[in-house]
């Protein structure tokens, strides 16, 4: 009895082990495609030296920032870290699944890299020309400030991810191995990478964040969820049946609202 | 100042984003379930109930008034 309550246990942190890869890859792959988007317009139109080294700035801050935190929050108890992460991760988490959930049921425009590719290749074909550094200025602060801010959002998700799990090896390595995906689609395209399913990753990253706060940070607060473990798995099937709810709710709705003005008069 | 301004904005955005009222109702769901623990209620289903609670009431006022 007690070795197969062991074999569960093991199976439920395998699962969540899985998840916490899972979830970083995907999390970290939908950011960096829309960093991908700024380099790859900006760097056709005015040129790759001045934005590729906007990106190693940019890199190099972030590489600081996690030297920086990483070894801070291995000090904090675990509870304490799990309740403030777990409230972050809800907050953030919240937000990605409010969206998907929007744009799912046509309340919200899905997000175009398309689109985001043409604006941001007309902008900087229009920007002026200033050097500074013996750089193109705009080529490499719109470089650094898009890699900075998306990669800001990567580090926040593979710290709270590995710091409450204790496993910052696994959610750097679901990060790690989505830059080498996002990097080779995108020299493979040569383009922005449009045919991406951003919003049913941005859908199941919103689930997985949502699901991860709300466990870590019920465990923070003092929760003992029963089925210890396994009970993550329970709560990403109610949030995710839920929300699945919710947008054929606001589909419906949405039918019966446009059906009216749509109707031959 | 420009830049602690944009640095607060944009931790602003990352964390509460569009629906402050979501943020909050995770900070008392979260305070509830910590107090209700730490007095002998084991309140693990406090928080699934709260999110979906919040999630409604949110996506209900973002699409009241929509075309």
């Not at chain 1, 979830?23 to 934005?51: D, H, K, N, P």
């Not at chain 1, 919003?199 to 019920?218: E, M």
């Not at chain 2, 955005?13 to 900070?27: E, H, K, P, S």
Request: overall charge positive; aromatic content about 10%; hydrophobic content about 55%.
């Amino acid at each position: 009895m007690r070795a197969r309550a062991e074999i569960r246990h093991d199976g439920a942190v395998n699962t969540n082990t899985a998840l916490v890869v899972l979830g970083s890859f995907l999390a970290c792959g939908v950011e960096m495609v829309e960093a991908l988007t700024i380099v790859l317009g900006v760097g056709i139109v005015r040129g790759w030296r001045s934005t590729l080294i906007g990106v190693g700035v940019a890199t190099v801050v972030l590489a600081a920032i996690v030297a920086a935190l990483g070894p801070a929050l291995r000090v904090i108890p675990i509870g304490t870290l799990r309740f403030v992460v777990g409230a972050l991760l809800l907050a953030f988490g919240l937000q990605w699944l409010r969206k998907a959930i929007l744009r799912s049921s046509g309340y919200m425009p899905l997000h175009d890299e398309d689109a985001a590719f043409r604006r941001e290749r007309e902008q900087a074909a229009a920007a002026g020309h200033e050097q500074k550094a013996g750089l193109d200025w705009y080529a490499f602060t719109v470089s650094f400030k898009g890699v900075l801010l998306e990669g800001l959002e990567v580090v926040f998700i593979v710290i709270t991810f590995g710091s409450a799990q204790k496993s910052y090896g696994l959610a750097a390595a679901g990060a790690a191995a989505a830059l080498v995906v996002v990097v080779a689609a995108g020299v493979l395209a040569r383009g922005p990478l449009e045919r991406v399913p951003e919003n049913t990753i941005k859908y199941a990253v919103g689930l997985l964040l949502t699901s991860f706060g709300c466990f870590w940070g019920a465990e923070g607060a003092g929760v003992d969820w029963p089925g210890d473990e396994l009970s993550l798995l329970a709560v990403l099937a109610f949030l995710g049946a839920f929300s699945l709810l919710f947008v054929r709710l606001l589909r419906r709705r949405r039918r019966h609202t446009l059906a009216p003005a749509e109707a031959p008069a | 100042m420009k830049y602690i301004r944009s640095f607060a904005l944009f931790w602003w955005n990352f964390v509460v984003g569009d629906d402050w009222r979501v943020a909050l109702g995770l900070a008392v769901a979260l305070g509830l379930t910590y107090l209700l623990t730490h007095n002998g209620v084991n309140a693990w289903w406090l928080l699934p109930v709260a999110i979906v609670l919040l999630l409604a009431g949110s996506l209900w006022r973002e699409t009241r008034n929509a075309p």
